[in-house]
């Protein structure tokens, strides 16, 4: 029981902040509610799938969930391209992370890169959400303000669940203030909505190279790393491949990208789910099945979440991105370590990767976390060049 129920929060979890990140995209993009509803059942049911095939097959506690920082990189991107070119980035995203898994590319290529630029792309995404949260608290003192001061003090008191007492405090304040509107539910299950994908190149190099690198870095990356740290051996090419195989399967009914969970990957992972980490498990099928029940009421969580006040989304938002955001700018400025990935170059980079990335650049309809990656990698080439130069001289 205690494994079923971990799996339960693991999704209430991602449903209570993560979700909210996709919300604000699909309605920054301008989608009606069928899409977005669609939306929510395929990475919801995807996710399902995986997380209870990859489960039973392992017989490890697999958490598969969709990208946060993607769909948070979707919020400032996916306006600017026709829907239907967004769902074939999405398939393209989907194929590349079914060849850098399935292949042990991904692994290889996490050695070769300079940590901090990765890190930087990722943070530059985030870095704008949780500064929006602060604006929405000035907006709202009583209902976003004090949802975030809710959520530190859930972080002081319980912080596995900061994010879901934060929801609910700022839920309350907002009846208790009459901001809210009456949801319209229904008792009618969701069901998805294809899309026929149309493949563009702006697209792909707008949204799927940004959404590879920080859902690689910033998702699978510290996902296979929370396995690993709970004494898993986890088998990145066969995880990775199952995960790019269902983003490619439900890209055309929305979903932007399927992925390994890292914090909730957590609650299924550790002790609190089972003493025995053989019988851990049954946490990734439970969370499996949550996950596609609650993909079909997608609709009514639409409804629910807006049916809240704008700011209390963003606000929300905004906390439950900030434990990715330290972990990306710790990544950025850690101290120099061996190697000159490591090294000032690295750092330097890492930080102009940042700088781009959160700039909200635009050049030639492709969105700036691809221009940050760019630019980190060139100062990070020029700097390393001439440091090897002056070595030899030396």
Known sequence: ????????????????????????AAQRAGLDPAQTASWIWAISVGSGIVCVAMSLVTRQPVVVAWSVPGAALLIT???????????????????????????????????????????????????PFVLDAAGASAEAPVVAGGLVLA????????????????????AGLALATGSTTAPQLSANLTMPLWTAPVFDLQAIMGISIPLLIVTMAGQNGPGLA??????????DRLLLGAAGASSVLFAPLGAHSINLAAITAGICCGREAHEDPARRYVAGISCGVFFVAFGFAGQNIVELLGAVPEQLVTAAAGVALIGALQGALTD???????????????????????????????????????????????????????????????
């Open 226 to 235: 929370m396995m690993h740290s709970n004494g898993y051996a986890a088998n």
């Open 77 to 127: 991107t996916l306006g600017g391209y026709d829907y239907p070119a967004a769902i074939g980035a999405f398939i393209v995203t989907g194929l590349l992370t079914i060849v850098l898994g399935a292949t042990g590319w991904f692994g290889r290529l996490l050695q070769a890169l300079p940590r901090p630029i990765m890190a930087g792309v990722l943070a530059g995404v985030l870095l």
């Open 332 to 394: 950025v400025v850690k101290p120099a370590g061996s190697g000159g990935r490591r090294g000032p170059a690295g750092l330097e980079a890492g930080v102009v990767t940042l700088a781009v990335t959160a700039s909200g650049l635009t050049v030639a309809d492709i969105a700036a976390p691809f221009w940050g990656f760019l630019a980190g990698a060139l100062v990070y080439l020029i700097l390393s060049f001439t440091s090897r130069r002056s070595a030899r001289r030396a």
């Open 1 to 24: 029981m205690s494994a079923v129920v971990a799996g339960l929060v693991a999704v209430a979890i991602s449903y209570a902040g993560p979700l909210l990140v996709v919300l604000g």
């Open 151 to 170: 959520y530190f003090i859930g972080r002081r008191l319980v912080p596995r669940y900061a994010v879901l007492v934060a929801l609910a405090v700022g």
